[in-house]
Nanobody, 126 residues
């Protein structure tokens, strides 16, 4: 079992920066691919960014160049996933979820991830 807990969300103005953190614990987490998704009311969960077990990174077109994903898995069963958000826009508003799974490609598909956190709210005002 893998436990994921997100933190770092908040209310910011357009153009500001924010850092999200996902604390992960459980199995050998270095074997898992990790990702961030976001969701707004009435819409499906949207892919934001992913980092593979080998630390390859992937971004949606809407956040490429503005968001940076990274992971610290120096400990075998506890590590942290980060998402640094800069130049935030009102359309970045949503609940941001951390996800983990053995995905091996198709990182943008939410159904491929087995574990999810409870989410953290990011609100960007114009």
């Amino acid at each position: 079992q893998v436990q994921l807990v997100e933190s770092g969300g908040g209310l910011v103005q357009a153009g500001a920066s924010l850092s999200l953190t996902c604390g992960a614990s459980g199995r050998t987490l270095s074997n898992y691919d990790m990702a961030w998704f976001r969701q707004t009311p009435g819409k499906e969960r949207e892919f934001v960014s992913a980092i593979s077990r080998l630390s390859s990174t992937y971004y949606s077109d809407s956040v490429k160049g503005r968001f940076t994903i990274s992971r610290d898995n120096s400990k075998i069963t506890q590590y942290t996933l980060y998402l640094y958000l800069k130049s935030l826009k009102p359309e970045d508003t949503g609940v941001y979820y951390c996800a983990a799974g053995v995905v091996s490609g198709g990182y943008s598909y939410a159904r491929r991830y087995d574990y999810w956190g409870q989410g953290t709210q990011v609100t960007v005002s114009s």
